[in-house]
């Protein structure tokens, strides 16, 4: 992944980290000025974003270059905005689930239970650490706001973007809730483990990054400099290109996301902890009801499991690429498409 | 406070009730669609809705109409956007400190837990619903942004506020991670006292409420439907008048904001659990190193703090009120804001 394909994920991820950097700074300069304590946050938030691997605003990247809009650092910094987004998401899961590292390192809680140790504060160091991370994933969401809308893309481009964003946030908190009553009323049906996967990771990931980078290029189509059309005001309307280009966003993003987090799944439970960045079989021990323990518990057997695991994998990027394959896209993005799906769903994870 | 007087608080309320309302009726259809569970969410965050008193988005409207701006129902909406942002951080709140209730009914983290419990559910209760809490905060501090955006307001409008919603969000965040730090290293002064509560309720509960409304109203004055003049698409612009008017609402704001928190400090310890919602003394209960808290391990009596803190609050209202005796808003405005001042620091809570 790390070579130079037609997705140039690569440059992607150097220049969202750029974007995050700067955010970030600013950010350093403000929260300073409100307290001196303020800085354990910001460094923990800068050690955590160090690690992400992009994959959200590389989709919405391309979803923006295949409706024709042009590459710039605007669109890159509105990307970035996903990865704030997700980061306030892991922060706050990892507080739900009690998991002890996230990207290799100590999850933000146990980091800042660690610091009330060290410090020998007074009360339990866990409520502190859970406390200090369920502010910190609150700092990133509102932030992705803050980063979205400070990108510099043009108003225009903004507010056709919004409605993706905000279904994209309700959808994803929405998924985590399913999951986690889920887990604990224990309906444990492939079916049911399935339903939460598309909220959760399918439509988070692929398909409402994609639709975020259309409806962006959409709007910077319409936008003309000192001069705002009228009839084009209505971020609800949309083009045919568009709705057909959005439909095969849909038809490629739900099954890629689809397989992205079956192939989390597995390297979750059999995957290389130093590359996956936190313990094997964490999944299986907090009795996470993924697709992978559902079919292990429907198969009887972790090999059989595993192998239709895979199976279904492969069918789901065969059925992605394939819904793509027509769309009114040009050349080069059809084969960033084609290198995402790989990429979102290789073994090296 | 349910008489009508200038800041025309009854109708305020019911307007800001009303859009919230909407707002949550078209969340509804989206939940609903996404799982039958997310109902259980929804219901949650319309009770605790429905019990706000709709301070932030009165102090938000009056910022707007100081500077000129009409009455209509899109600043309304874009007000009640701040009922769903301090939803978020109640909720947050009272998973944080283990509270039992808010608005005088159970804590959102309490009523998931009792589900649980009611259903027999697997895990244990108390993790289930401080988990579903910190996803409805989650939510509602989406929710804020998606509310701001959707309230119909002019583009310029929302361009020159968005800056003010993204500073208040950061200084109530941080607030309360500088309220929780301090709570754990033992910093027990008045002085350190103080300092959180300008960020965590002065800031955040009327001066960045009026700063937005006049953000908003500064750039609605620029627009120009069908034609943006260039020369003003600096959000970062200011006319002297919006520049003198922030620095009247900044020294209006920040006194009453502390003593609208010393109040909340006064009827949290000594006041009707049927008009606070919650039950007395659980700030001294939880060790809350409030100013009164502060003050009274100063002074060594209780009776002391309490005439102290009253002396504190009649100071600041005054001084919140010469604030703005000369600034360049209407009568009515005027008049507003001294009723708001009384408002936020009454003592019947």
Known sequence: MASSGPADLPRIRDQVGRALDDFLDRQRVLLSGIGGDMVACLDAITDLLAGGKRLRPAFCYWGWRAFGGQDCPQILAASAALELLHASALVHDDVMDGSDTRRGQPAVHRRFAAR???????????????????????????????????????????????????????????????????????????????????????????????????????????QDPGHQDPGHQDPGHQDPGQARLAAAFTGYGIPLGVAFQLRDDILGMFGDPAQTGKPVSDDVREGKRTVLVALARERASRAEALAECELMIDKRVREALSAVQDAPITAQAMSALAELAVAATARCG
């Open 116 to 222: 009330h140790d060290a410090e020998s504060w007074r009360g339990p160091s866990e409520g502190f650490g859970a406390g200090a991370a369920i502010l910190i994933g609150d700092l990133l969401l509102a932030w992705t706001d803050e980063l979205f809308h400070a990108s510099g893309l043009p108003q225009a481009a903004l507010r056709h973007g919004q409605p993706v964003l905000d279904a994209m946030r309700t959808e994803v908190i929405s998924g985590q809730y399913l999951d986690l009553a889920g887990q604990a009323s224990g309906s444990t049906t492939v079916a049911s483990a399935l339903r939460v996967v598309v909220y959760k990771a399918a439509k988070y990931t692929v398909e409402r990054p994609l639709h975020l980078g259309l409806a962006l290029a959409e709007g910077a189509s319409h």
